[in-house]
């Protein structure tokens, strides 16, 4: 078994019944997404491949807000594979600087492999998957799906994104229709536009059922 073949292995292990917007197939397509771009983008492959599949191998939000655990896995589990070390810090930086609630303190300068993984994983947050990923997790949560008189909160800190008990509604303010210009490569880009105005159409829609506007 290859190095890819078991870290396919070990991730579907560890994300075994976990919330279904952040389970193996979450992983799956951004992996795929991520040789999608990387075709397109150039890269390091297996930097790529790695770091896709390993991602959210163990996501601060299902682990009491704890940012080490991943790093500390991934670690673990690539040193047992004989992995260069220098690739695996380059898989651990991505695994770090990658997510939407960090952005504010991720390097200015990024690696091509990281803008790529961050990209698909962005990708996969919007579109008609993102709006069922957003409310299967709202629901995850016991959130509002919408509520009339509470507004979206931009500009959010991290901590203040972190903690935040919004409506599943709101989320597409505070994050969804943000990720659309946050994306880094060309071809992410173009992608992003049939998702993003698919999620357009559908808050019109919503907003014209929920006020009976048929």
Known sequence: MNLIDKTIELVKEKLEGTESGHDWFHIERVWKLSL??????????????????LHDIADPKFHNGDETI??????????????????????????????????????EDLPLELK????ADRLD????????????????????MYHPDIKPKL???????????GTTINHFYEKLLLLKELLNTKTAKEIAEHRHQFMLQFLDEFYKEWNVNL
């Open 70 to 107: 991943a790093s500390k896995l991934v670690h673990e589990f690539l040193s047992s594979q004989n992995v260069d070390a220098a690739i695996i810090q380059k898989v651990i930086f991505i695994i770090e600087n990658m997510s939407f609630k960090n952005r504010h303190d991720a390097p």
């Open 116 to 119: 790529i993984v961050q990209d």
């Open 36 to 53: 999608k771009l990387q075709e397109k983008e150039g890269g390091d492959n297996q930097i790529i491949e790695l770091a896709a599949l």
């Open 155 to 165: 500009n959010q800190s991290k901590e203040e994104y972190k903690k935040s008990q």
């Open 125 to 144: 947050a919007i579109g008609a998957i993102g709006i069922a990923r957003t409310f299967n997790f709202g629901g995850y949560k016991n959130n509002l």
